[in-house]
């Protein structure tokens, strides 16, 4: 169900509607706001120009961010990989060690034979 939750943003109310829960809304008007004044203050344009850097500021920000996002999951797949190479790794020398026992019980139990 969609909530519908008033934000301030530079002193101007805007209802939001969304699935997302009032609190979050209010974080995310919020930030919008604090970005607009940033931009007011130190540009000296008016709200429709600094609505429109704000905008691009902040979809700079998603670009990085989604950059950022990407290289961490190629960086954790890579991690991934050598985690699977190594456990495979392990496993091998596992069976050998295995293989190594059998002959030094088999060796033991011919030279208690001899």
């Known amino acids: 169900m969609a909530n519908r939750v008033v934000v301030t943003i530079c002193d101007e109310e805007y209802t939001f509607v969304a699935e997302e ?4 809304m209010q974080k995310v008007g919020a930030y919008v706001s604090g970005k ?9 344009v008016g709200r429709t120009d600094a609505a429109i850097l704000t ?21 954790i797949k890579g991690y991934l990989d050598e985690a699977g190479k190594a456990q495979s790794e392990a496993s091998e020398l596992k069976r050998e060690v295995f293989r190594l026992q059998q002959k030094l019980d088999a060796l033991n139990r011919n030279n208690g034979k001899g």
């Open 55 to 75: 905008a691009a500021n902040i979809a700079d920000e998603l670009f990085k961010a989604q950059a950022a996002a990407e290289q961490l999951r190629s960086q």
């Open 36 to 44: 607009m004044e940033e931009v007011l203050k130190s540009s000296r």
């Open 21 to 24: 829960s009032a609190a979050y």
